[in-house]
């Protein structure tokens, strides 16, 4: 079984930083790519930002430049740090994996609030 395990979430002041990470525990060997989605109440889940088995990495536009996405394979860890957030940035943020089939952590809150 494949767990995916969230930490680092919380509530930070508008123009704050916060540092989420994820680390997945179980039978797998590593990931195709592991990112990382968010869901704002009464929203879908969307993309936030993706990092591939090579390195390669994606952000949705609404964080690039705020957001940066790193991780180590081989660990099966993946990190996301946030600057200069915003009120909008507020959602439950998901770890996500793939291999095959799709890993989804259980979810951890964001609130950027003043």
């Known amino acids: 079984q494949v767990q995916l395990v969230e930490s680092g979430g919380g509530l930070v002041q508008p123009g704050g930083s916060l540092r989420l990470s994820c680390a997945a525990s179980?039978?797998?060997?590593?990931?195709?790519?592991m990112g990382w989605y968010r869901q704002a109440p009464g929203k879908q889940r969307d993309l936030v930002a993706t990092i591939s088995s090579v390195g390669r990495t994606g952000y949705a536009d609404s964080v690039k430049g705020r957001f940066t996405i790193s991780g180590d394979n081989s660990k099966k860890t993946v990190t996301l740090q946030m600057n200069s957030l915003k009120p909008d940035d507020t959602a439950v943020y998901y770890c996500w994996g793939r291999k095959v089939v799709n890993y989804w952590g259980q979810g951890t809150q964001v609130t950027v609030s003043s």
């Open positions: 179980g039978s797998i060997s590593g990931f195709s790519a």
